[in-house]
T-cell receptor
C-alpha cells in the first residue's frame, strides 16, 4: 500500500521567508503526485500536480514542487511567503492507472507571521 | 474548476441516531466518489469508494453497516452514519474525480463536521 510522509507538522515563519515542505512516498509503481492546500475554514484545493514530463512543476500562487524519482520525493517550495499562505498543506499520491484512490500525508500546518 | 458540494456543513446529533451526509458534483458527472474522515491534526483517511450503480468499496477496518454509502446517481453520493456514537464525531469529507482528461484530479467538498452528544 502507498504511504506518504510529511515532516515538521507545524511550520511558523515570517513574511518574505522561503518555505519548503518535504514529501516522501513509498510505492514501487508509477504514481501521480499532488499538493493540496486547505485555507482556514475552506475546502481542500489543488495547489499543483505532477503526472509526467518536467519534474519541476509550477502551481498557483507562486508555489512549485520538484519530483525526484530516485528519492521518492515531491517537495513543495515557495521563495517568499505571504501572510495569506497561512494554511494546511497536504501531499497526496495516487497510483497511475488505478482507481484514483488518494493516499494523503499528515499535512503541514503553516503559519506566516506578518 | 469543478465544484463539489457537501451538505450539511455541521451537524450535531444525539447518540444512537443516524445522520446522512450528501455529496454532490455540481457541474460534472462522477461515477466514483470518495469519502474521507479527518481527525484533528491528522491526515485524511480514506473510508470508502462510492461507485454509481453498484456497491461501495470499503477500506480495511471501516464498518460497512456503520457507514452506509449510496451512489444513486452520477452527481450524488450519500454517507449515512448509523447509530452514531461519540467516537464517530469527526470531520467527513467527500471528493470526486472529474471525468475525461482531468480524471486524475479530485475535487473536494467543504466537509461535514459531525458532533455526536
Amino acid at each position: 500500500a502507498q504511504s506518504v510522509s510529511q515532516h515538521n507538522h507545524h511550520v511558523i515563519l515570517s513574511e518574505a521567508a522561503s518555505l519548503e515542505l518535504g514529501c516522501n512516498y513509498s510505492y514501487g509503481g508509477t504514481v501521480n503526485l499532488f499538493w493540496y492546500v486547505q485555507y482556514p475554514g475552506q475546502h481542500l484545493q489543488l495547489l499543483l500536480k505532477y503526472f509526467s514530463g518536467d519534474p519541476l512543476v509550477k502551481g498557483i500562487k507562486g508555489f512549485e514542487a520538484e519530483f525526484i524519482k530516485s528519492k521518492f520525493s515531491f517537495n513543495l517550495r515557495k521563495p517568499s511567503v505571504q501572510w495569506s499562505d497561512t494554511a494546511e498543506y497536504f501531499c497526496a499520491v495516487t497510483q497511475r492507472g488505478g482507481n484514483n484512490r488518494l493516499a494523503f500525508g499528515k499535512g503541514n500546518q503553516v503559519v506566516v507571521i506578518p | 474548476g469543478a465544484v463539489v458540494s457537501q451538505h450539511p456543513s455541521w451537524v450535531i446529533c444525539k447518540s444512537g441516531t443516524s445522520v446522512k451526509i450528501e455529496c454532490r458534483s455540481l457541474d460534472f458527472q462522477a461515477t466514483t466518489m470518495f469519502w474521507y474522515r479527518q481527525f484533528p491534526k491528522q491526515s485524511l483517511m480514506l473510508m470508502a469508494t462510492s461507485n454509481e450503480g453498484s456497491k461501495a468499496t470499503y477500506e480495511q477496518g471501516v464498518e460497512k453497516d456503520k457507514f452506509l454509502i449510496n451512489h444513486a446517481s452520477l452527481t450524488l453520493s450519500t454517507l449515512t452514519v448509523t447509530s452514531a456514537h461519540p467516537e464517530d464525531s469527526s470531520f467527513y469529507i467527500c471528493s470526486a474525480p472529474e471525468q475525461g482528461a482531468a480524471k486524475n484530479i479530485q475535487y473536494f467538498g467543504a466537509g461535514t463536521r459531525l458532533s455526536v452528544l
